[in-house]
Nanobody, 122 residues
Framework: QVQLVESGGGLVQPGGSLTLSCAASGIAFSTYAMGWYRQAPGKQRELVAAVTSGGSTNYADSVKGRFTISIDNAKNTVYLQMNSLKPEDTAVYYC????????????????WGQGTQVTVSS
């Protein structure tokens, strides 16, 4: 049974930082790429960042230079370091297991965590 468990969300002031973690079990972790998505109220879920098992990354334009995704295959864990947070980053953040196609785009498998709330507000 695949389980993805996110942690690290919370309330932070604009300009602050948070680090999200996602611990995976029940999958051959090192054979998957991993992604972080977010969904704000009334909006569609969007891909924020993705990483291959080898550490190659891509990011949504809205978070480039502020967010860093990383992976620890020994711990079956993927991280999202979020700096210079803005109110528009407020959303529920979800971890996902997936892959990259030949064009370099991330695609998701139906493996999702329960989500962790990130609220950026003064």
């Amino acid at each position: 049974q695949v389980q993805l468990v996110e942690s690290g969300g919370g309330l932070v002031q604009p300009g602050g930082s948070l680090t999200l973690s996602c611990a995976a079990s029940g999958i051959a972790f090192s054979t998957y790429a991993m992604g972080w998505y977010r969904q704000a109220p009334g909006k569609q879920r969007e891909l924020v960042a993705a990483v291959t098992s080898g550490g190659s990354t891509n990011y949504a334009d809205s978070v480039k230079g502020r967010f860093t995704i990383s992976i620890d295959n020994a711990k079956n864990t993927v991280y999202l370091q979020m700096n210079s947070l803005k109110p528009e980053d407020t959303a529920v953040y979800y971890c996902n297991a997936g892959g990259f196609n030949s064009g370099g785009s991330y695609y998701s498998y139906p493996y999702w965590g329960q989500g962790t709330q990130v609220t950026v507000s003064s």
